[in-house]
């Protein structure tokens, strides 16, 4: 690995403390589950459910995304992200916006829940103008940054129609359906941020975790217009539950589609695997199984957009939520913390050596069992949790959470593990 000026390494404390903050909600959303099944189940929209939402969306997904784009900028976007005190301002911004929001959802104060959505989406936006700023000058695939620069076009939106929901439950001023309402932020901000920035890094990311080939040129702008014109579309349809939602629909699913199609051309062109890299890789087997949860979830989301609402859509459309939230996304980050935090942690422990070594590779810092226990519990967890919640099956929901639950905190300790490679100074 090349030797990166001390001045050029990712910042060592700030993606430390999102991933800390991301862990702690994750870990949180599932103990909320595991000690009151029953307080999320029943119909969906409700309170509680909303908390529990927001700790996996805006506290797992959105904050691990945030940490990661300072450790992904300088390893695989050439472009080096410095942690300024606006940096921090920002991270202070969203850490208090999203305990914030969980908590006022929770006790149901929905002017407390506003005002720390505005804060939360304040933070998003300081800390994502500060990283497109630095992207205008990357020499990286114009298709890539591309992805990056709508995800946080999008996730502009979905948190300004986030601020404008919480408001309107105490001021009641927006027009149309509430459910609609929600239906067009959670999509904008599902497909439009979290899953446009996931296919966007993973052009640059999965050729360096599985080992493969990295795709280039145009074809990379295919998945960026198609998801952008689908869930442009999507959230404007669903706004005003147009008949034609599933025209955007599929559209959504053709983008997704040929994200797919590239990791399948990544995988006709493997790389030499680096020594020391163990098979089956954890990384590989999370994003392989987010892959099929996307699967699912497209598959129950053209269901959905073709059928009427009935109490059966209401069931698969908790299904639908929970593939593509947790078993999508969720696990997606999942994935890729695995293989990014060992990549940081020996750029440090390198550093910290004066670049003369030796440091551990960073595929012996992960903790092995702990890896394969958290992705069995993950396997088990995602589909238990989807199918008890679409059928009211509580102990399914109960047995889920838990697994779920100790799933994330073998992951933190395994990830306390590697990190601490990052602040060791050999003697
Ligand atoms: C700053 C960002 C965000 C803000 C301010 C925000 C705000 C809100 C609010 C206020 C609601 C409830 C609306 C109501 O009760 O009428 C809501 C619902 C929802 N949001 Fe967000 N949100 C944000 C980010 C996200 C993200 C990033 C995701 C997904 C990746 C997401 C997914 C959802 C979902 C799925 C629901 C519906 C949950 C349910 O019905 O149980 N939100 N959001």
Not at 106 to 111: K, L, S
Not at 396 to 408: E, G, I, K, Y
Request: aromatic share 12%; with cysteine.
């Amino acid at each position: 690995m090349p030797s990166t000026p001390r001045t050029q390494l990712p910042p060592r404390l700030l993606p430390i403390l999102y991933f800390g903050t991301a862990h702690v909600a994750l870990a949180v959303a599932f103990a909320a589950v595991a000690l009151d099944p029953r307080g999320v189940s029943g119909f969906f929209y409700h309170a509680r459910m909303l908390g529990v939402v927001h700790l996996v969306t805006l506290g797992w997904i959105t904050s691990s995304i945030l940490g990661a784009l300072y450790i992904v900028g300088p390893i695989a976007l050439r472009v080096w992200l410095p942690a300024t005190w606006l940096d921090y301002a920002a991270f202070g911004l969203v850490i208090t916006g999203v305990v914030g929001m969980v908590a006022h959802f929770w006790i149901q104060d929905y002017a407390g829940m506003a005002w720390s959505a505005a804060t939360v989406g304040t933070g998003i936006m300081v800390a994502g103008s500060n990283i497109v700023r630095r992207l205008r000058g990357a020499s990286l695939p114009r298709a890539v940054s591309a992805h990056i620069v709508l995800a946080f076009v999008n996730v502009l939106g979905a948190a300004t129609m986030g601020v404008l929901m919480g408001f309107d439950k105490v001021h009641h001023f927006l027009p149309g359906f509430v459910i609609a309402n929600v239906f067009a932020h959670a999509h904008l901000a599902a497909i439009g941020w979290a899953s446009m920035m996931v296919v966007g890094v993973a052009y640059r990311l999965l050729p360096m975790v599985l080992p493969a080939e990295m795709p280039k040129g145009a074809r990379l702008w295919t998945s960026a217009i198609l998801l952008q014109a689908g869930v442009s579309g999507l959230f404007v349809a669903l706004l005003f539950r147009s008949r034609f939602v599933w025209i955007f629909a599929l559209t959504v699913v053709a983008g997704f589609g040929a994200f797919l199609w590239q990791v399948i051309w990544m995988l006709r062109r493997p790389r030499p695997r680096p020594p020391g890299l163990r098979t089956p890789d954890p990384a590989v087997l999370h994003a392989g199984a987010s892959f099929v949860s996307l699967v699912i979830a497209s598959g129950l989301g053209i269901w959905l957009a073709f059928a009427e609402l009935s109490p059966a859509t209401l069931r698969i459309a908790v299904a639908y939520g929970v593939f593509g939230l947790v078993g999508f996304l969720a696990q997606m980050v999942v994935g890729m913390e695995g293989r990014l935090l060992p990549i940081f942690a020996w750029y440090w422990a390198y550093a910290n050596t004066g670049y003369k070594g030796p440091v551990l590779s960073p595929h012996e810092m992960p903790w092995r069992r702990g890896q394969e226990l958290v992705f069995v519990l993950w396997l088990f967890g995602v589909p238990a949790l989807a199918g008890g919640l679409a059928f009211d099956a509580v102990p399914f929901v109960s047995a889920a959470a838990w697994c779920l639950l100790a799933a994330t905190l073998l992951n933190t300790a395994n990830a306390a593990r590697i990190l601490r490679h990052a602040w060791r100074t050999p003697v």
